[in-house]
């Protein structure tokens, strides 16, 4: 691929405030989606017009190699339905007919918006609301801006917990922080196992290093409930039932302890709670946990030995975590056992070895600079979880919650389709007294519910600085076009809002490429950034070989006194789901929601060639489930439960296993079939550490649809 690369120049640019308009260039840019990868891109630029975006061969992670979603890139920058200019509500909330939505002027809109949260804001600031999660992860068009314009407004804050929030608590419980091993060095170990992630479909780059592995003789394991594409390429699948990682992993200490298969030197050294995390340990043998996660106990034997013998064998073994395995009820505590296995064995002493949920912690990105929490001037806000927001936008005011939530400002996300349990999502977003902005791309589920639609630019139009969570390189986005239509970065959005609201404070003049050099100040380069699109952490090769982990004692926490001090069990257990796997005779299947390959939560379902690679939302079921309910495959499905129904096409399939199902997503609502996605059925509890969302704790019944309109096929 680099062949086809190097031949065009990729010009310097004397002036980095400018956007090349003549001529044939490339443009050094980074992925903004919510992926470990954090691509680093060249976006061909013809005479003002994007016309390819690739990866760069440059960059050691990157490889010159790119998702087939962010290579489309550009057929989403150009998409027909592009949102380019102001549009205020004129039609009932909801997706409507044309009529909905008229078009503003900048002016008008930003003029009128301010006017309305003056007034909400001069009865209760708190009553105003930010939403936004990862829709962009650079710093810079998230949170930084947006986060001064919010401080100073005293508005509500906003507990970002809707994909990470219990895995990385387990993490920061455990290791001190969200930080692992390198991710390059798993091409040197000797066992992967990969728990909770489909990496082929959703960590490539990471993908490419374990295949190195496999052919230098690794043995790869997949711990997952859905035979993923990933599982079908590793030696060992194990199917476990949804939210039971926990107990696997206290029966891989079991049979670690057992066989004395401990590195007991660095268990002495750079851990605390030993003792006690033995003992819990050993209630767990292989014999319950199997019964537990429903998996033969002969794999647990098996997935301990390797993991045991590599100790042995002084060899490295290495664990990949992701995220979808910490969606349950028990997701903190899972990931806390998970993260405790390495030191067990002395896996750190390796640099291949240890385990990786997230890089993010290791990054020096300095937050108070870019968001200015001294804008609060002394106010403590309330603070609303986003993963709550279908019960929040439904409560009035009272002592306890506080004021009835009458604003909500959306960006880089998109909630109606994404929260849980979104029959009470849209239901608020329904009410009539909620003002509610939305800066977007594209008529979204929740634009539709939207007051005034504010354009926003892609990340081809607009500058950034990038950290990552799936390696340590940080990297920086050059705007490679001028923005589209009346598109605006979110940071000038929120700049003129600001001063519509009579905000004087001169950080609000800052623009985006000092905000750029803000992100990081003086702990990266700015001018490597500049040079050549990205910059490597100053890391050591195997940081926790000798202990020295970013926590309050400095070693591997097996036990916790923050969690004990806070009336929790200091040490990782497992901790059932909300809805346990055979607990219900009403809801018999539990239901995940893993991503379909070709998107990326909700992002790029309207990009018509990935939609049509994807064809159409399906729920996967394994042939016996279906037979017993009469079910065939391309057949329409009524999937309920006590929350609400969903109708969508089963697809009898061995990636399913028994008892469970699995409703591939996200798809936008308004693309399923009776205007809804699995988000309907799924609920607002909340995972045990973190406050997270519990989406693959989800009991379901499935049976065929009496009102289908589409013939089953064969």
Same mark, same amino acid.
């Given at each position: 691929?680099?062949?086809?690369?190097?031949?065009?120049?990729?010009?310097?640019?004397?002036?980095?405030?400018?956007?090349?308009?003549?001529?044939?260039?490339?443009?050094? =840019?980074?992925?903004?989606?919510?992926?470990?990868?954090?691509?680093?891109?060249?976006?061909?630029?013809?005479?003002?017009?994007?016309?390819?975006?690739?990866?760069?061969?440059?960059?050691?992670?990157?490889?010159?190699?790119?998702?087939?979603?962010?290579?489309?890139?550009?057929?989403?920058?150009? &998409?027909?339905?592009?949102?380019?200019?102001?549009?205020?509500?004129?039609?009932?909330?909801?997706?409507?007919?044309?009529?909905?939505?008229?078009?503003?002027?900048?002016?008008?809109?930003?003029?009128?918006?301010?006017?309305?949260?003056?007034?909400?804001?001069?009865?209760?600031?708190?009553?105003?609301?930010?939403?936004?999660?990862?829709?962009?992860?650079?710093?810079?068009?998230?949170?930084?801006?947006? =986060?001064?314009?919010?401080?100073?407004?005293?508005?509500?804050?906003?507990?970002?917990?809707?994909?990470?929030?219990?895995?990385?608590?387990?993490?920061?419980?455990?290791?001190?922080?969200?930080?692992?091993?390198?991710?390059?060095?798993?091409?040197?170990?000797?066992?992967?196992?990969?728990?909770?992630?489909?990496?082929?479909?959703?960590?490539?780059?990471?993908?490419?290093?374990?295949?190195?592995?496999?052919?230098?003789?690794?043995?790869?394991?997949?711990?997952?409930?859905?035979?993923?594409?990933?599982?079908?390429?590793?030696?060992?699948?194990?199917?476990?039932?949804?939210?039971?990682?926990?107990?696997?992993?206290?029966?891989?200490?079991?049979?670690?302890?057992?066989?004395?298969?401990?590195? &007991?030197?660095?268990?002495?050294?750079?851990?605390?709670?030993?003792?006690?995390?033995?003992?819990?340990?050993?209630?767990?043998?292989?014999?319950?946990?199997?019964?537990?996660?429903?998996?033969?106990?002969?794999?647990?034997?098996?997935?301990?030995?390797?993991?045991?013998?590599?100790?042995?064998?002084?060899?490295?073994?290495?664990?990949?975590?992701?995220?979808?395995?910490?969606?349950?009820?028990?997701?903190?505590?899972?990931?806390?056992?998970?993260?405790?296995?390495?030191?067990?064995?002395?896996?750190?002493? &390796?640099?291949?070895?240890?385990?990786?949920?997230?890089?993010?912690?290791?990054?020096?990105?300095?937050?108070?600079?870019?968001?200015?929490?001294?804008?609060?001037?002394?106010?403590?806000?309330?603070?609303?979880?986003?993963?709550?927001?279908?019960?929040?936008?439904?409560?009035?005011?009272?002592?306890?919650?506080?004021?009835?939530?009458?604003?909500?400002?959306?960006?880089?996300?998109?909630?109606?389709?994404?929260?849980?349990?979104?029959?009470?999502?849209?239901?608020?977003?329904?009410?009539?007294?909620?003002?509610?902005?939305?800066?977007?791309?594209?008529?979204?589920?929740?634009?539709?519910?939207?007051?005034?639609?504010?354009?926003?630019?892609?990340?081809?139009?607009?500058?950034?600085?990038?950290?990552?969570?799936?390696?340590?390189?940080?990297?920086?986005?050059?705007?490679?076009?001028?923005?589209? =239509?009346?598109?605006?970065?979110?940071?000038?959005?929120?700049?003129?809002?600001?001063?519509?609201?009579?905000?004087?404070?001169?950080?609000?003049?800052?623009?985006?490429?000092?905000?750029?050099?803000?992100?990081?100040?003086?702990?990266?380069?700015?001018?490597?950034?500049?040079?050549?699109?990205?910059?490597?952490?100053?890391?050591?090769?195997?940081?926790?070989?000798?202990?020295?982990?970013?926590?309050?004692?400095?070693?591997?926490?097996?036990?916790?006194?923050?969690?004990?001090?806070?009336?929790?069990?200091?040490?990782?257990?497992?901790?059932?789901?909300?809805?346990?796997?055979?607990?219900?005779?009403?809801?018999?299947?539990?239901?995940?929601?893993?991503?379909?390959?070709?998107?990326?939560?909700?992002?790029?379902?309207?990009?018509?060639?990935?939609?049509?690679?994807?064809?159409?939302?399906?729920?996967?079921?394994?042939?016996?489930?279906?037979?017993?309910?009469?079910?065939?495959?391309?057949?329409?499905?009524?999937?309920?439960?006590?929350?609400?129904?969903?109708?969508?096409?089963?697809?009898?399939?061995?990636?399913?296993?028994?008892?469970?199902?699995?409703?591939?997503?996200?798809?936008?609502?308004?693309?399923?079939?009776?205007?809804?996605?699995?988000?309907?059925?799924?609920?607002?509890?909340?995972?045990?550490?973190?406050?997270?969302?519990?989406?693959?704790?989800?009991?379901?019944?499935?049976?065929?649809?009496?009102?289908?309109?589409?013939?089953?096929?064969?």
């Amino acid at each position: 691929m680099s062949n086809t690369i190097h031949p065009i120049h990729v010009a310097p640019i004397a002036n980095p405030e400018t956007v090349a308009v003549q001529g044939t260039v490339q443009v050094r =840019g980074a992925c903004p989606h919510d992926c470990p990868d954090t691509c680093s891109l060249l976006t061909t630029v013809e005479n003002g017009v994007a016309t390819r975006v690739q990866g760069n061969p440059d960059h050691p992670q990157t490889g010159g190699v790119l998702c087939n979603k962010v290579s489309r890139y550009t057929e989403r920058t150009y &998409h027909p339905e592009r949102l380019l200019q102001p549009m205020r509500r004129i039609g009932p909330k909801g997706h409507g007919g044309s009529g909905q939505f008229e078009p503003v002027s900048w002016d008008t809109a930003l003029a009128d918006i301010a006017t309305r949260l003056k007034a909400i804001a001069a009865r209760n600031p708190e009553a105003i609301v930010p939403y936004s999660y990862a829709g962009t992860m650079g710093q810079v068009q998230s949170e930084s801006m947006a =986060g001064r314009f919010f401080n100073r407004l005293g508005a509500s804050l906003l507990d970002r917990t809707i994909c990470a929030a219990a895995g990385g608590e387990g993490m920061t419980q455990t290791l001190g922080a969200k930080v692992g091993m390198r991710v390059e060095f798993f091409a040197e170990a000797k066992l992967i196992i990969i728990w909770g992630s489909n990496s082929i479909g959703s960590n490539m780059h990471f993908w490419r290093y374990a295949q190195q592995a496999k052919r230098d003789g690794a043995k790869l394991v997949c711990i997952d409930p859905r035979k993923s594409e990933t599982a079908e390429k590793c030696h060992e699948h194990i199917a476990l039932l949804p939210g039971t990682d926990a107990a696997l992993a206290l029966a891989l200490m079991h049979e670690l302890i057992t066989h004395d298969w401990l590195d &007991h030197d660095y268990i002495a050294q750079h851990t605390l709670g030993w003792e006690a995390l033995r003992e819990r340990a050993l209630q767990w043998p292989p014999e319950r946990a199997a019964q537990v996660c429903g998996i033969p106990v002969e794999q647990i034997q098996q997935l301990a030995r390797d993991y045991g013998q590599c100790f042995v064998t002084g060899q490295p073994a290495a664990i990949r975590l992701n995220y979808g395995m910490q969606r349950v009820h028990g997701g903190g505590n899972a990931a806390r056992a998970v993260a405790c296995l390495p030191a067990l064995i002395g896996a750190w002493r &390796h640099h291949a070895g240890g385990v990786l949920l997230s890089t993010s912690g290791l990054f020096p990105v300095d937050k108070a600079a870019l968001q200015r929490p001294e804008l609060l001037a002394g106010r403590t806000p309330r603070t609303i979880n986003m993963s709550t927001i279908g019960n929040e936008l439904l409560k009035d005011s009272s002592p306890e919650f506080g004021p009835k939530i009458e604003a909500l400002i959306v960006y880089n996300s998109n909630p109606v389709a994404v929260a849980p349990e979104s029959g009470k999502v849209v239901q608020g977003f329904a009410r009539e007294d909620l003002f509610t902005v939305v800066l977007e791309h594209f008529q979204t589920d929740t634009a539709d519910y939207a007051d005034y639609l504010l354009p926003a630019t892609t990340q081809l139009e607009h500058w950034d600085v990038h950290s990552a969570y799936g390696h340590t390189d940080a990297l920086l986005n050059r705007p490679a076009i001028a923005p589209l =239509g009346q598109a605006k970065p979110n940071t000038q959005i929120f700049r003129e809002l600001a001063a519509h609201m009579g905000f004087t404070e001169p950080c609000f003049a800052d623009d985006d490429l000092t905000l750029c050099r803000t992100v990081y100040g003086d702990k990266v380069n700015f001018q490597t950034l500049l040079d050549t699109g990205f910059a490597t952490l100053a890391l050591p090769d195997a940081p926790y070989a000798n202990g020295g982990f970013p926590t309050p004692s400095g070693r591997c926490e097996f036990f916790s006194q923050r969690l004990a001090d806070m009336g929790l069990d200091g040490l990782p257990d497992h901790v059932p789901n909300h809805e346990p796997s055979g607990s219900s005779e009403a809801y018999p299947l539990a239901m995940i929601s893993p991503p379909a390959r070709n998107f990326l939560n909700s992002s790029f379902v309207n990009v018509k060639s990935l939609r049509d690679i994807e064809g159409e939302p399906v729920l996967e079921m394994h042939a016996d489930d279906a037979a017993a309910r009469g079910i065939t495959s391309g057949a329409v499905v009524k999937v309920f439960n006590q929350r609400g129904e969903y109708r969508v096409k089963a697809e009898i399939s061995s990636r399913a296993r028994p008892g469970v199902v699995n409703g591939l997503g996200i798809w936008w609502r308004k693309l399923g079939l009776d205007g809804t996605n699995v988000n309907q059925l799924t609920s607002q509890h909340l995972t045990d550490l973190g406050r997270g969302p519990v989406f693959y704790d989800c009991l379901v019944q499935v049976q065929p649809d009496a009102k289908a309109s589409v013939p089953a096929t064969a």
